[in-house]
């Protein structure tokens, strides 16, 4: 049994619908980030970053970092393909795009989302935050231009990569403009958001906070 420690959006809704695609048995933990819970002596001796997504495992371990998270997750079940394996053809393109996602994808949006977080007056915020917007979309293109389609991010089929992507697509304020210049993208959100992986962990995401 795992635990993941969670909140609203992001990392934490990839690993869900992986935990979800796996079948792997999981409770949930909800951090309260507004309470400042991810900073509680209780949750940093978890996770030392003061991170969400978190994962328990059931003999007490815990580990931080989605992109870790979900490896080890494909790792510890092989056989749904949800990463491709050591020796699998598609292995290294996973690992190249996830750890795009996960760092440059993953910090445009936060900046975008927080853009007093990385300047102090407020026409610095305004600043980083146009210029975050326009990263975003070219983050998009790129991904666009990335995606094999079919209508997957990798040909052979679904991955972890397909809920990142979706997942980063979630905080765009014009998905329609979005997806209008991005079929291959548009295709590939519409599929996950069809998955019972995916919409199990957006029904969690959509839960009021308690
Ligand atoms: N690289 C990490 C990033 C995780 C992350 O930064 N999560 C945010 C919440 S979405 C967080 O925990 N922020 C803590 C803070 O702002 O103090 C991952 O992919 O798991």
């Not at 328990?56 to 494909?74: C, K, S």
Request: hydrophobic content about 40%; overall charge negative.
């Amino acid at each position: 049994m795992f635990t993941l420690y969670w909140e609203h959006l992001a990392g934490s809704i990839v690993v869900q619908a992986v935990l979800e695609e796996i079948g792997a048995e999981y409770r949930l933990h909800y951090v309260d980030m507004g309470a400042d819970a991810h900073r509680a002596t209780d949750f940093l001796r978890l996770n030392p970053t003061g991170r969400i997504p978190a994962l328990g495992y059931a003999d007490g371990r815990t580990i931080g970092e989605t992109a870790a998270i979900v490896m080890l997750l494909g790792e510890m079940y092989p056989e749904t393909g949800v990463t491709p394996a050591p020796g699998d053809d598609n292995r290294g393109e996973f690992l190249f795009w996830l750890n795009v996602m996960t760092t440059s994808g993953y910090m445009t949006a936060a900046r975008l989302g927080h853009p007093e977080r990385y300047a102090n007056s407020s026409k610095a915020i305004e600043e980083v935050g146009a210029k975050a917007s326009v990263d975003y979309d070219a983050f998009f293109d790129v991904m666009e231009e990335a995606i094999a389609g079919g209508p997957y991010f990798i040909a052979s089929g679904m991955t972890a990569l397909d809920f990142y992507v979706t997942m980063l697509t979630e905080w765009h304020a014009d998905k329609k403009s979005l997806f209008s210049s991005r079929s291959k993208l548009g295709a590939l959100c519409k599929a996950v958001n069809e998955s019972c992986s995916y919409k199990a962990a957006m029904k969690t995401h959509a839960l009021p906070l308690t």
